[in-house]
T-cell receptor
């Protein structure tokens, strides 16, 4: 079946630095990818919808200048957390858009010190 | 806004027994529903889906029931095994939402040996 990968699987950074997370669809093309954030013991919250070749669509309350999304190809979307702060520490998960909504990435654990 | 919620945050089940996880949704326009399983530190894993033109669908050891009248979704796991211990999320997709999913709050299933 289709596989979605994320890199890195975990990252620790200092406050004020930027972190880039990659999401790749390995054996299918995804014109749309979705980025979620999940805090401990909570559900997944959609942050933004990444569209190949166009601007991402952000959910209400998500700062587009802080969470930069680039979907440069049909198999890669990147999420950059700029000027990260401890409150940005979370589990970031991507999902590659497919008709049956099946394929999530394994997630990236971000810890901001 | 629209929401999908769960009745029970934690479900303890004896190994070998059947598990039932419930989910209420509020968007009457939802036409597609999915159950995911999430193990600690991992991304959600697709379990089973159901479309709004059905009221029951069965998979391997799992059954999803949809009651559109009361906007209720359930996941039944037969002969629950230790490997079934995880957090289970329901998700729904509205007809006008494209591939955007809305997730419920999650239920943790603990299987006791």
């Amino acid at each position: 079946g289709a596989v979605v990968s994320q890199h890195p699987s975990w990252v620790i950074c200092k406050s004020g630095t930027s972190v880039k997370i990659e999401c790749r669809s390995l054996d299918f093309q995804a014109t749309t990818m979705f980025w979620y954030r999940q805090f401990p013991k909570q559900s997944l919250m959609l942050m933004a919808t990444s569209n190949e070749g166009s601007k991402a669509t952000y959910e209400q309350g998500v700062e587009k200048d802080k969470f930069l999304i680039n979907h440069a190809s049909l198999t890669l979307s990147t999420l950059t957390v700029t000027s990260a702060h401890p409150e940005d520490s979370s589990f970031y998960i991507c999902r590659a858009g497919d008709p049956d909504e099946q394929f999530f990435g394994p997630g990236t654990r971000l810890t901001v010190l | 806004g629209e929401s999908v919620g769960l009745h029970l945050p934690t479900l303890s089940v004896q190994e070998g027994d059947n598990s039932i996880i419930n989910c209420a949704y509020s968007n009457s326009a939802s036409d597609y529903f999915i159950w995911y399983k999430q193990e600690s530190g991992k991304g959600p894993q697709f379990i089973i889906d159901i479309r709004s033109n059905m009221d029951k669908r069965q998979g391997q050891r799992v059954t999803v029931l949809l009651n559109k009248t009361v906007k209720h979704l359930s996941l039944q796991i037969a002969a629950t095994q230790p490997g079934d211990s995880a957090v289970y999320f329901c998700a729904e997709r509205g007809k006008a939402a494209g591939n955007k999913l809305t997730f419920g709050g999650g239920t943790r299933v603990l299987v006791k040996p």
